[in-house]
Protein backbone atom coordinates (compact mmCIF):
# COMPACT_ATOMS: atom_id res chain seq x y z
CA UNK A 1 0.00 0.00 0.00
CA UNK A 2 1.48 3.58 -0.93
CA UNK A 3 0.96 5.93 1.56
CA UNK A 4 0.44 9.75 -0.15
CA UNK A 5 1.97 10.82 3.42
CA UNK A 6 5.42 8.93 1.55
CA UNK A 7 5.75 12.58 0.45
CA UNK A 8 4.80 14.56 3.19
CA UNK A 9 7.56 17.60 3.74
CA UNK A 10 5.24 19.33 5.56
CA UNK A 11 7.24 21.52 8.39
CA UNK A 12 5.04 20.30 11.14
CA UNK A 13 2.62 18.61 12.11
CA UNK A 14 5.48 16.31 10.36
CA UNK A 15 5.23 13.04 8.69
CA UNK A 16 4.59 9.27 10.89
CA UNK A 17 6.12 6.11 10.05
CA UNK A 18 3.72 4.17 7.70
CA UNK A 19 3.52 1.16 10.34
CA UNK A 20 2.91 3.39 12.86
CA UNK A 21 -0.48 4.33 11.02
CA UNK A 22 -1.52 1.06 10.27
CA UNK A 23 -1.15 0.64 14.31
CA UNK A 24 -3.34 3.56 14.79
CA UNK A 25 -5.57 2.76 12.23
CA UNK A 26 -6.45 -0.97 13.88
CA UNK A 27 -6.76 0.98 17.42
CA UNK A 28 -9.04 3.93 17.04
CA UNK A 29 -11.32 0.82 16.23
CA UNK A 30 -10.42 -1.24 18.63
CA UNK A 31 -7.17 -1.50 21.21
CA UNK A 32 -5.93 -4.82 20.16
CA UNK A 33 -5.73 -6.17 24.00
CA UNK A 34 -8.85 -3.60 25.08
CA UNK A 35 -11.02 -4.37 22.75
CA UNK A 36 -12.62 -1.28 22.66
CA UNK A 37 -11.91 2.29 20.47
CA UNK A 38 -8.58 3.93 21.80
CA UNK A 39 -10.50 7.21 21.92
CA UNK A 40 -12.52 5.82 24.41
CA UNK A 41 -10.51 4.56 26.61
CA UNK A 42 -10.22 5.69 29.95
CA UNK A 43 -7.38 8.23 31.05
CA UNK A 44 -7.58 6.71 34.81
CA UNK A 45 -7.47 3.03 33.16
CA UNK A 46 -4.55 0.03 34.58
CA UNK A 47 -3.63 0.20 30.54
CA UNK A 48 -3.49 4.11 30.22
CA UNK A 49 -1.00 4.45 33.45
CA UNK A 50 1.04 1.60 31.46
CA UNK A 51 0.87 3.41 28.23
CA UNK A 52 2.85 6.44 29.98
CA UNK A 53 5.18 4.37 31.92
CA UNK A 54 6.26 2.31 29.11
CA UNK A 55 6.90 5.64 26.81
CA UNK A 56 8.82 6.98 29.67
CA UNK A 57 10.89 3.99 29.78
CA UNK A 58 11.98 4.23 25.83
CA UNK A 59 12.75 8.03 26.20
CA UNK A 60 14.56 6.43 28.96
CA UNK A 61 16.09 3.91 27.51
CA UNK A 62 16.68 5.94 24.20
CA UNK A 63 18.35 8.71 25.88
CA UNK A 64 20.20 7.13 28.50
CA UNK A 65 18.66 9.24 30.69
CA UNK A 66 19.87 9.64 34.49
CA UNK A 67 17.37 8.76 37.22
CA UNK A 68 17.59 12.70 38.49
CA UNK A 69 15.44 13.49 35.05
CA UNK A 70 11.59 13.46 35.32
CA UNK A 71 9.55 12.94 32.00
CA UNK A 72 6.46 14.41 31.69
CA UNK A 73 3.53 14.22 28.76
CA UNK A 74 2.64 17.72 29.10
CA UNK A 75 -0.03 19.60 27.57
CA UNK A 76 0.14 23.31 26.02
CA UNK A 77 2.67 22.29 23.14
CA UNK A 78 6.19 23.97 23.30
CA UNK A 79 4.26 27.41 23.68
CA UNK A 80 3.05 26.51 26.67
CA UNK A 81 6.73 26.16 27.38
CA UNK A 82 8.06 29.07 26.86
CA UNK A 83 6.40 30.65 30.09
CA UNK A 84 6.44 27.65 32.35
CA UNK A 85 9.76 27.68 32.24
CA UNK A 86 10.31 30.91 33.33
CA UNK A 87 7.70 30.71 35.69
CA UNK A 88 9.50 27.97 37.49
CA UNK A 89 13.05 28.66 37.57
CA UNK A 90 13.02 32.81 36.94
CA UNK A 91 10.24 34.23 39.07
CA UNK A 92 11.75 36.09 41.85
CA UNK A 93 15.77 35.94 40.32
CA UNK A 94 17.48 38.59 40.83
CA UNK A 95 20.34 38.01 37.77
CA UNK A 96 18.38 37.91 34.41
CA UNK A 97 17.99 34.42 32.27
CA UNK A 98 20.43 34.42 29.32
CA UNK A 99 18.34 33.81 25.87
CA UNK A 100 19.75 32.89 22.83
CA UNK A 101 17.76 34.70 19.64
CA UNK A 102 18.34 32.62 16.76
CA UNK A 103 15.13 32.13 14.56
CA UNK A 104 11.21 32.47 15.18
CA UNK A 105 10.57 30.07 17.65
CA UNK A 106 13.41 31.44 19.59
CA UNK A 107 12.77 34.77 18.79
CA UNK A 108 8.99 34.26 20.15
CA UNK A 109 10.34 32.70 23.51
CA UNK A 110 11.74 36.07 24.80
CA UNK A 111 8.64 38.24 25.87
CA UNK A 112 7.06 35.01 27.72
CA UNK A 113 10.54 35.21 29.81
CA UNK A 114 10.65 39.14 30.01
CA UNK A 115 7.05 39.23 31.46
CA UNK A 116 7.99 37.17 34.57
CA UNK A 117 11.74 38.12 35.30
CA UNK A 118 14.53 39.79 34.23
CA UNK A 119 16.11 38.46 31.00
CA UNK A 120 18.43 39.37 28.51
CA UNK A 121 19.08 38.11 25.25
CA UNK A 122 22.98 37.21 24.97
CA UNK A 123 23.00 36.73 21.19
CA UNK A 124 20.63 37.68 18.29
CA UNK A 125 20.93 36.88 15.03
CA UNK A 126 18.34 38.83 13.77
CA UNK A 127 20.29 41.68 12.22
CA UNK A 128 21.65 38.95 9.27
CA UNK A 129 17.96 37.81 9.16
CA UNK A 130 18.86 34.59 11.07
CA UNK A 131 21.45 33.19 8.74
CA UNK A 132 23.77 31.96 11.12
CA UNK A 133 24.09 30.59 14.87
CA UNK A 134 26.41 31.88 17.17
CA UNK A 135 30.05 30.15 17.64
CA UNK A 136 31.54 30.09 20.99
CA UNK A 137 33.48 33.27 21.62
CA UNK A 138 31.27 35.54 20.08
CA UNK A 139 28.87 34.82 23.01
CA UNK A 140 29.33 36.14 26.42
CA UNK A 141 27.16 34.22 28.38
CA UNK A 142 26.39 35.16 32.40
CA UNK A 143 27.67 32.51 34.57
CA UNK A 144 24.82 34.10 37.16
CA UNK A 145 22.22 33.11 34.94
CA UNK A 146 19.60 31.12 36.69
CA UNK A 147 19.38 29.42 33.50
CA UNK A 148 20.44 30.07 29.86
CA UNK A 149 17.44 28.92 27.00
CA UNK A 150 18.27 27.52 23.59
CA UNK A 151 16.26 26.43 20.46
CA UNK A 152 18.46 23.66 19.19
CA UNK A 153 16.82 23.59 15.96
CA UNK A 154 15.24 26.29 14.13
CA UNK A 155 12.57 24.97 12.15
CA UNK A 156 11.58 27.78 10.27
CA UNK A 157 14.87 28.88 9.08
CA UNK A 158 16.62 25.50 8.45
CA UNK A 159 19.47 26.13 11.43
CA UNK A 160 20.55 23.97 13.87
CA UNK A 161 22.94 23.62 16.38
CA UNK A 162 25.70 21.21 15.94
CA UNK A 163 27.48 21.75 19.32
CA UNK A 164 25.84 22.16 22.66
CA UNK A 165 26.01 26.23 23.36
CA UNK A 166 26.67 28.08 27.11
CA UNK A 167 28.22 27.27 30.48
CA UNK A 168 27.97 23.69 31.76
CA UNK A 169 27.91 25.69 35.28
CA UNK A 170 24.58 27.11 34.15
CA UNK A 171 21.43 25.02 33.66
CA UNK A 172 21.10 24.37 30.19
CA UNK A 173 16.94 24.40 28.90
CA UNK A 174 16.72 23.73 24.86
CA UNK A 175 13.76 23.56 22.98
CA UNK A 176 14.14 20.76 20.92
CA UNK A 177 11.16 20.47 19.56
CA UNK A 178 11.95 19.59 16.03
CA UNK A 179 15.07 17.75 16.47
CA UNK A 180 14.17 15.73 19.18
CA UNK A 181 15.05 12.06 19.37
CA UNK A 182 16.22 12.45 15.79
CA UNK A 183 20.10 12.30 16.79
CA UNK A 184 22.05 11.30 20.09
CA UNK A 185 21.99 14.37 22.85
CA UNK A 186 24.67 14.12 25.94
CA UNK A 187 21.77 14.57 28.36
CA UNK A 188 24.32 14.90 31.04
CA UNK A 189 24.50 18.91 29.63
CA UNK A 190 20.80 19.78 30.26
CA UNK A 191 18.70 20.66 33.47
CA UNK A 192 15.57 20.65 31.09
CA UNK A 193 14.42 20.09 27.84
CA UNK A 194 11.12 20.40 26.04
CA UNK A 195 9.84 18.59 22.52
CA UNK A 196 6.24 18.98 21.27
CA UNK A 197 5.21 15.70 19.29
CA UNK A 198 4.23 16.93 16.32
CA UNK A 199 7.32 17.55 14.58
CA UNK A 200 9.08 14.44 15.02
CA UNK A 201 7.43 12.25 17.65
CA UNK A 202 3.55 11.58 16.79
CA UNK A 203 0.67 14.19 16.80
CA UNK A 204 -0.25 17.46 18.15
CA UNK A 205 -1.35 17.51 21.63
CA UNK A 206 1.25 16.46 23.61
CA UNK A 207 4.61 17.96 25.04
CA UNK A 208 7.44 15.80 26.34
CA UNK A 209 9.88 17.17 29.22
CA UNK A 210 12.57 16.03 30.34
CA UNK A 211 13.89 18.10 33.93
CA UNK A 212 16.16 17.51 36.65
CA UNK A 213 14.58 16.91 39.90
CA UNK A 214 17.07 18.24 41.56
CA UNK A 215 17.52 21.61 40.21
CA UNK A 216 13.36 21.89 40.17
CA UNK A 217 13.42 20.91 43.94
CA UNK A 218 16.33 23.64 44.95
CA UNK A 219 15.01 26.10 42.36
CA UNK A 220 11.24 26.15 42.21
CA UNK A 221 9.90 27.61 45.72
CA UNK A 222 6.92 29.84 44.46
CA UNK A 223 3.61 28.83 44.76
CA UNK A 224 2.14 27.55 41.38
CA UNK A 225 -1.70 27.06 39.98
CA UNK A 226 -1.52 22.95 39.83
CA UNK A 227 -1.42 22.83 35.90
CA UNK A 228 1.16 25.15 35.97
CA UNK A 229 3.70 23.21 38.37
CA UNK A 230 5.67 20.40 37.34
CA UNK A 231 5.93 19.23 40.13
CA UNK A 232 2.28 18.02 40.46
CA UNK A 233 2.80 16.61 37.31
CA UNK A 234 5.55 14.94 38.28
CA UNK A 235 3.88 13.70 40.98
CA UNK A 236 0.79 12.51 39.16
CA UNK A 237 2.52 11.00 36.75
CA UNK A 238 1.51 13.15 34.10
CA UNK A 239 -2.07 12.24 34.92
CA UNK A 240 -3.23 15.23 36.59
CA UNK A 241 -6.43 16.31 34.59
CA UNK A 242 -7.63 14.09 31.48
CA UNK A 243 -4.14 14.11 29.01
CA UNK A 244 -4.23 13.86 25.33
CA UNK A 245 -4.78 9.55 25.47
CA UNK A 246 -4.55 9.54 21.70
CA UNK A 247 -1.19 11.60 21.34
CA UNK A 248 0.23 10.06 23.79
CA UNK A 249 -0.34 6.04 22.30
CA UNK A 250 0.76 7.03 19.46
CA UNK A 251 3.97 8.41 20.88
CA UNK A 252 4.48 5.06 22.14
CA UNK A 253 3.93 3.50 18.90
CA UNK A 254 6.70 6.44 17.93
CA UNK A 255 8.78 5.38 20.26
CA UNK A 256 8.63 1.86 19.44
CA UNK A 257 9.71 1.81 16.68
CA UNK A 258 12.23 4.30 16.91
CA UNK A 259 13.74 1.53 19.58
CA UNK A 260 12.86 -1.42 17.65
CA UNK A 261 12.80 -1.08 13.94
CA UNK A 262 15.19 1.66 13.83
CA UNK A 263 17.10 0.61 16.53
CA UNK A 264 17.51 3.82 18.24
CA UNK A 265 19.12 7.48 18.18
CA UNK A 266 22.68 6.41 16.60
CA UNK A 267 21.32 4.73 13.93
CA UNK A 268 18.98 7.49 13.41
CA UNK A 269 21.44 9.98 13.29
CA UNK A 270 22.93 8.19 10.71
CA UNK A 271 19.95 7.69 8.67
CA UNK A 272 19.24 11.70 9.30
CA UNK A 273 22.03 12.45 8.64
CA UNK A 274 22.58 10.50 4.97
CA UNK A 275 19.04 12.17 4.30
CA UNK A 276 20.37 15.45 5.03
CA UNK A 277 23.61 14.92 2.86
CA UNK A 278 21.35 13.90 -0.34
CA UNK A 279 19.21 17.17 -0.04
CA UNK A 280 21.83 19.72 0.91
CA UNK A 281 24.15 18.21 -2.17
CA UNK A 282 21.64 18.42 -4.65
CA UNK A 283 20.53 22.38 -3.63
CA UNK A 284 24.56 22.94 -4.04
CA UNK A 285 24.58 21.27 -7.50
CA UNK A 286 22.16 23.19 -9.03
CA UNK A 287 24.73 26.37 -8.16
CA UNK A 288 23.51 29.72 -8.98
CA UNK A 289 19.35 29.24 -9.46
CA UNK A 290 19.00 28.28 -5.29
CA UNK A 291 20.45 29.98 -2.25
CA UNK A 292 20.29 28.14 1.20
CA UNK A 293 19.19 30.14 3.82
CA UNK A 294 21.58 28.60 6.62
CA UNK A 295 25.44 29.02 5.83
CA UNK A 296 27.14 25.89 5.18
CA UNK A 297 28.24 25.24 9.07
CA UNK A 298 25.00 25.72 10.84
CA UNK A 299 22.39 23.88 8.30
CA UNK A 300 19.77 21.62 9.78
CA UNK A 301 19.40 18.10 9.33
CA UNK A 302 15.65 18.24 9.91
CA UNK A 303 14.96 21.20 8.18
CA UNK A 304 16.39 22.42 4.77
CA UNK A 305 15.18 26.24 3.39
CA UNK A 306 16.09 27.85 0.42
CA UNK A 307 14.72 30.42 -2.55
CA UNK A 308 15.33 29.98 -6.07
CA UNK A 309 17.71 33.21 -7.47
CA UNK A 310 14.87 33.65 -10.37
CA UNK A 311 11.54 34.64 -7.85
CA UNK A 312 8.86 33.44 -11.06
CA UNK A 313 10.46 29.49 -10.56
CA UNK A 314 8.87 29.68 -6.64
CA UNK A 315 5.02 29.70 -6.72
CA UNK A 316 5.65 27.17 -10.60
CA UNK A 317 7.52 24.87 -8.38
CA UNK A 318 5.39 24.66 -5.57
CA UNK A 319 2.41 24.45 -7.98
CA UNK A 320 4.03 21.46 -10.09
CA UNK A 321 5.69 19.93 -6.74
CA UNK A 322 1.95 19.47 -5.37
CA UNK A 323 0.79 17.82 -8.79
CA UNK A 324 3.53 15.86 -8.75
CA UNK A 325 2.65 14.33 -5.53
CA UNK A 326 5.00 16.09 -3.48
CA UNK A 327 3.25 17.89 -0.42
CA UNK A 328 4.44 20.85 2.27
CA UNK A 329 7.34 22.37 0.50
CA UNK A 330 5.69 25.76 0.72
CA UNK A 331 8.71 27.87 2.98
CA UNK A 332 7.15 29.68 6.48
CA UNK A 333 5.55 32.55 6.06
CA UNK A 334 8.48 34.67 7.68
CA UNK A 335 11.08 33.53 5.22
CA UNK A 336 9.28 32.39 2.37
CA UNK A 337 10.85 30.32 -0.50
CA UNK A 338 11.12 26.36 0.10
CA UNK A 339 11.67 24.20 3.17
CA UNK A 340 12.34 20.50 2.58
CA UNK A 341 11.26 18.64 6.18
CA UNK A 342 12.62 15.45 6.52
CA UNK A 343 11.67 14.39 9.76
CA UNK A 344 12.82 11.44 11.74
CA UNK A 345 10.14 9.40 9.08
CA UNK A 346 11.00 10.18 6.21
CA UNK A 347 12.27 7.79 3.99
CA UNK A 348 15.43 7.74 2.44
CA UNK A 349 14.03 6.82 -0.55
CA UNK A 350 11.07 9.85 -0.20
CA UNK A 351 14.38 11.74 -0.31
CA UNK A 352 15.75 9.90 -3.29
CA UNK A 353 12.35 11.24 -5.25
CA UNK A 354 12.20 14.64 -3.77
CA UNK A 355 16.24 15.47 -4.81
CA UNK A 356 15.32 13.65 -8.32
CA UNK A 357 12.10 16.40 -9.24
CA UNK A 358 14.26 19.66 -7.75
CA UNK A 359 16.84 18.76 -10.26
CA UNK A 360 14.06 17.92 -12.70
CA UNK A 361 11.94 21.00 -12.22
CA UNK A 362 15.55 23.21 -12.45
CA UNK A 363 16.58 21.53 -15.71
CA UNK A 364 13.27 22.00 -17.02
CA UNK A 365 13.16 25.97 -16.33
CA UNK A 366 16.80 26.41 -17.55
C1 LIG B 1 6.76 24.43 15.98
C2 LIG B 1 7.66 24.91 17.07
C3 LIG B 1 7.16 25.57 18.23
C4 LIG B 1 5.68 25.86 18.44
O1 LIG B 1 5.13 24.83 19.17
P1 LIG B 1 3.59 24.76 19.62
O2 LIG B 1 3.48 23.35 20.08
O3 LIG B 1 2.77 25.07 18.43
O4 LIG B 1 3.42 25.72 20.72
C5 LIG B 1 8.07 25.91 19.20
N1 LIG B 1 9.39 25.67 19.08
C6 LIG B 1 9.90 25.07 17.97
C7 LIG B 1 11.38 24.83 17.87
C8 LIG B 1 9.05 24.67 16.95
O5 LIG B 1 9.57 24.07 15.86
Given at each position: MAFLDEHNFSGGPGVLPASVLLQVQQA?????????????????????????????????????????FAVLFLQGGAT???????????????????YL???????KSLPHAACIGPMRTAWSGQARGYCDLPVRHEVDYDPRAPY??????ETVEGLQFHDVPGL?????????????LSRWVDMKRYALVYAHAQKNLGPAGVTLVLVRKSWLAQSCQTDLPDFLDYRQHMQAHSILNTPPVFAIYVVLLVLRWLRYEVGGLDKMQAINAAKAGKVY???ERLGDDVVIHA?????SQMNAVFHFSHPEWQQRFLD?????GFIGLEGHRSVGGVRISMYNAMQPHAIDDLVEWVAEFCRLQG
Open positions: ILQVPELGISLLGVSHRSDWFAQVVAEAESHVRYLLNLEDDQQFSMVPMTFLAGSSSPADDTGYWSHMHYVSNDSVPRVCDMSSDFNCLTAACRLSQRA
